[in-house]
Each structure stands twice: as C-alpha cells, then as structure tokens.
C-alpha cells in the first residue's frame, strides 16, 4: 500500500457544527502533516507528527485540532470555523519529519466549504 | 523566512521541452523539491535535489545551484496531461529546527496540442 487515504473527499459544514478529517497511511511512514491550500495557493503547513507526537505547529487557530491516535492515522478535529476556512486539507506523510530522497506522499485531500 | 519565486504560468506545445525555473532565498537550505499538482487533486513528487547539477528522471529533468539559489524543473517531449502546476519546495529549518519544505506558489504550464 503506498498511498495516503483521506476521509471524507467532500465536506460541508456550518460554522457551529463539530468534524473531524480523517487520514491513514499503512507505509510505516513516522512523520505526518496536515496542509491547508487555497484556491490557486501553494500547500501551507498546519501540522506535523512526528512519532505520534505534534513537533510543529504553525501558529493554526484553536478551532483546528489535530490528533494522532496510532502512528498510522491522522485527524484533524474542526469546530467553529469560519467562511475563510474554506479550502483543500491535505494530508501527508514521509519515512522521517527530516523528509529524504522520496519526497511527501499526499492524499487527494478533503475539499471543505464552511457555510 | 523564505522568499520563492517561479513564473506563474508558462504554456508550450505537445512534443516540445519547457524549463521552469525557481528561485529561493531562505535561511539554511537542505535541499528542493519539485512537485506537480494537477487541479483538484493532491501534489504528487517529481524530484528531490540536494547537491548541486542534475537529476535526470525520465522525460523530467531538475538541476539545482546551491550558490545561486536556483532550481529548475525540466520537461522534454510535453505530453497534454503534463499540463499541471509544477511547485517549487526548497526545504529550510523552522525556528525550532526541524527542516521542512516551503512550497512556491506554483507555475502552471499549459500544453497545446
């Protein structure tokens, strides 16, 4: 298995509803990462675990939550977002956090709509 | 921080060969990834330089000069599905250490037939 799942594909939700984004990777990979990308942006960092545990967390607000349950699954828990939070999650992961020859594996995202 | 710049979008023709350059200031350096993206769909990794010159992959090509802060991504005999956004990622140290990519804005290329 070489790629990274990400549940669900779609997401529409009101500004005072509670979802969670769900990633799985079965590549033995130790370092997972959630990104944030606007329409016609590059990729921005949220999140990384490395070894289960949170190592960086880019200054995201409190309304995003990010949890690693297993070294194999990555959530990220939403409540009270905004309009603005709209955009493409993506999920990813990598061998180390320090990253190597074969770059990032990303999921296909989650496209979220906060209404 | 870091300051990435590559063109935003470039076009070319089926059968032809494009170059995508980038360049990037950061503050410590340990290497560059190239990634394309097509629209709506995730990045999917090209290549990875570290030292300086060229890695050849196939159809695609990326050469890197640490000194000049300069990448290119280069890409021969364009296929129509190669029209994607190709981002630029030199990997840099966050302020608590650990070296993560910063992805460029992107370039779109636009093959015609």
């Known amino acids: 298995d070489t790629e990274v799942t990400q549940t669900p594909k779609h997401l529409v939700m009101g500004m005072t509803n509670k979802k969670s984004l769900k990633c799985e990777q079965h590549m033995g990979h130790r370092a997972m990462y959630w990104y944030k990308q606007k329409a016609k942006k590059p990729p921005e960092l949220m999140f990384v675990?490395?070894?289960?545990?949170?190592?960086i967390n880019e200054s995201v607000p409190s309304r995003f939550s990010p949890e690693c349950p297993n070294s194999s699954l990555l959530n990220l828990h939403l409540h009270a977002l905004q309009p603005e939070d709209s955009a493409l999650y993506l999920c990813?992961?990598?061998?180390?956090?320090?990253?190597?020859?074969?770059?990032?594996?990303f999921g296909s995202g989650t496209r979220l709509t906060v209404v | 921080g870091q300051n990435i710049d590559q063109p935003t979008e470039m076009t070319a023709t089926e059968g032809a060969i494009v170059q995508i350059n980038c360049t990037y200031q950061t503050s410590g350096f340990n290497g560059l990834f190239w990634y394309q993206q097509h629209a709506g769909e995730a990045p999917t990794f090209l290549s990875y330089?570290?030292?300086?010159g060229l890695e050849e992959k196939g159809r695609f090509s990326s050469f890197l000069s640490r000194s000049k802060g300069y990448s290119y991504l280069l890409l021969k005999e364009l296929q129509m599905k190669d029209s994607a956004s190709y981002l630029c990622?030199?990997?840099?140290?966050?302020?608590?250490?650990?070296?993560?990519?910063?992805f460029g804005r992107g370039t779109s290329l636009i093959v015609h037939p």
């Open positions: 990813a992961s990598s061998q180390e956090q320090e990253g190597d020859g074969n770059g990032y594996t």
């Open positions: 990622a030199p990997v840099s140290p966050t302020p608590g250490g650990s070296y993560i990519p910063t």
């Open positions: 675990y490395s070894y289960e545990k949170l190592s």
């Open positions: 330089n570290v030292l300086d």
